[in-house]
């Protein structure tokens, strides 16, 4: 049974208090994902660099940081990103001509990088690029906002990535966001995923432990 990891999207947390809402599902996530939107790459603004910084200084947070680029373009982001501590960060196919360089940017620094697709954007895009990613995350809906509805056509590209990385012996993990829930965690990890990133479903429920749990168990049906 492979491991599959939670990682709840701030982006639906409460932005008044973050803080509050991480301590809600404390036990229950492996991880803390986090949207960075520039206004340009796609149309909304979210969270930056300060908020990174102020979840790794503060002493009660320790759970790994995946930091999500929707910038354009990327490299002109990076390097305020790579001095905070971030565990992951990964940036979008579409927003530069030169992944490959962004990259390899990220992993010297000791950060493990990773690349995004959009829904649109064919999964064997990425495929020149898979000896050096520690991470593709697939879009299952078009970025930029939360609580959009699950494009179910996605689950084919996360098939793809997972029987590449297995005949080829890669590595890297298989995310996937947008519009993830109870009705189609099953099918995400079924497909290859191995990190589930839940906004909505998570802290727009009354007990987001509760939420996380119930996801969980859903997921270890699957290995049943």
Same mark, same amino acid.
């Given at each position: 049974?492979?491991k599959?990891?939670?990682a709840?999207?701030?982006l639906s947390?409460?932005? =008044? @208090? &973050?803080a509050?809402?991480? +301590?809600?599902?404390k036990g !229950?996530?492996?991880?803390?994902h986090?949207d960075?939107?520039?206004?340009h ?7 930056g660099p300060? =908020?990174v910084a102020? %979840?790794?200084?503060d +002493?009660? &947070?320790?759970l790994?940081?995946d930091?999500? %680029? ?5 490299e002109?982001? #990076?390097?305020?990103?790579l001095? =905070? *501590?971030? @565990?992951?960060?990964t940036i !979008?196919i +579409?927003a530069?001509p030169h992944s490959? /360089?962004?990259?390899q /940017?990220?992993?010297d620094?000791?950060v493990?990088?990773g690349?995004a ?13 898979l000896?050096f990613?520690d991470?593709? %995350? ?8 939360g609580? !959009? $509805?699950?494009?179910p !056509?996605?689950l084919e $590209?996360?098939?793809?990535l997972?029987?590449?990385r297995?005949?080829?012996?890669f590595?890297?993990l #298989?995310?996937?966001?947008? *519009?993830?829930g109870?009705?189609?965690v099953q099918a995400?990890?079924?497909y290859g995923?191995d990190? #589930?990133?839940a906004?909505?479903?998570?802290f727009?429920?009354? @007990? ?7 996801m /969980? @168990?859903?997921i270890?049906?699957?290995?049943q």
């Open positions: 049974m492979r599959v990891i939670l709840p999207s701030l947390a409460n932005p =008044l @208090d &973050i509050g809402d991480i +301590e809600k599902i !229950q996530c492996d991880w803390l986090i960075v939107m520039d206004g790459f796609v149309p909304n603004l979210a969270y300060n =908020l102020a %979840l790794r200084s +002493e009660n &947070i320790s790994p940081i930091v999500h %680029l929707m910038v354009e373009p990327p002109c982001f #990076i390097d305020l990103f001095p =905070l *501590g971030v @565990d992951y960060l !979008q +579409e530069t490959h /360089r962004v990259l /940017r990220i992993r620094s000791g493990k990088c690349i697709l959009n829904p649109g954007t064919p999964v064997e895009c990425v495929a020149p690029l000896p990613l991470m593709v %995350l697939v879009m299952s809906v078009n970025p930029g906002f609580g !959009q $509805k699950f494009i !056509q996605v $590209k996360a098939g793809w997972y029987r590449e297995a005949v080829k012996n590595n890297f #298989i995310e996937m966001d947008g *519009g993830l109870l009705e189609n995400a990890v079924r995923c990190v #589930i990133v906004g909505n479903a998570v727009g429920h009354s @007990d987001p432990a509760f939420a996380l749990k119930t /969980r @168990d859903k270890m049906e699957v290995f």
